[in-house]
Nanobody, 115 residues
Framework: QVQLVESGGGLVQPGGSLRLSCAAS????????MGWYRQAPGKERELVAS???????NYADSVKGRFTISRDIAKDTVYLQMNSLKPEDTAVYFC?????????WGQGTQVTVSS
């Protein structure tokens, strides 16, 4: 199992930016896909963005053009840059790793967008 440690959440005003980080305990090139999910109160967990070990990215329609997923292979870390944040982006954000047929999850980091 992959250990994932997220950081970077917090409170931000609408229109602001945050960058989330997810540090993995293994070489991220050995992970088939890494992704960011979010779960708002009373809602199901949803995929926000993902990146494969080949570098292909995928985004939810709701965040396209505002969020960017990227990685630093030397640091085994994946990032989620979130710009133009909206109140509806408020949620707990989770990092996920799909590797060798198994899912691993981070502990989650709270993102609150409010004035």
């Amino acid at each position: 199992q992959v250990q994932l440690v997220e950081s970077g959440g917090g409170l931000v005003q609408p229109g602001g930016s945050l960058r989330l980080s997810c540090a993995a305990s293994v070489n991220i090139l050995s992970i088939n896909t890494m992704g960011w999910y979010r779960q708002a109160p009373g809602k199901e967990r949803e995929l926000v963005a993902s990146i494969t070990n080949l570098g292909s990215t995928n985004y939810a329609d709701s965040v396209k053009g505002r969020f960017t997923i990227s990685r630093d292979i030397a640091k085994d870390t994946v990032y989620l840059q979130m710009n133009s944040l909206k109140p509806e982006d408020t949620a707990v954000y989770f990092c996920n790793a799909w590797r060798m047929g198994a899912d691993s999850w981070g502990q989650g980091t709270q993102v609150t967008v409010s004035s």
